[in-house]
């Protein structure tokens, strides 16, 4: 593999390497981004089946576009709420 393939596959971990704080669950730690991208893909699909219930997911579109932006809203609500100082 040449240097600079090596190199774009290694920047992305020192990158994240600081993303902190790190959270407790069960002993294993968890950065605090992985678990508000998972409680937004959570929110994300509790919306979808509330939008399906009310009726409304027919009249959105396009619906990628909505869901994607449904789970980005809830992402950063969770981490802004919970872990922004």
């Not at 959570?42 to 909505?66: N, S």
């Amino acid at each position: 593999m040449p240097p600079s393939l090596k190199t774009c596959f290694l920047m992305p971990c020192l990158l994240m390497a600081g993303c902190d704080p790190l959270i407790n669950i069960e002993g294993a730690y968890f950065p605090s981004w992985l678990v508000s991208g998972i409680s937004g893909v959570f929110g994300t699909i509790l919306l979808h089946i509330l939008f399906l219930k009310m009726g409304v997911d027919e009249h959105l579109w396009p619906r990628p576009l909505v869901y994607f932006s449904c789970f980005v809203l809830l992402t950063f609500t969770t981490w802004l709420v919970l872990y922004a100082s």
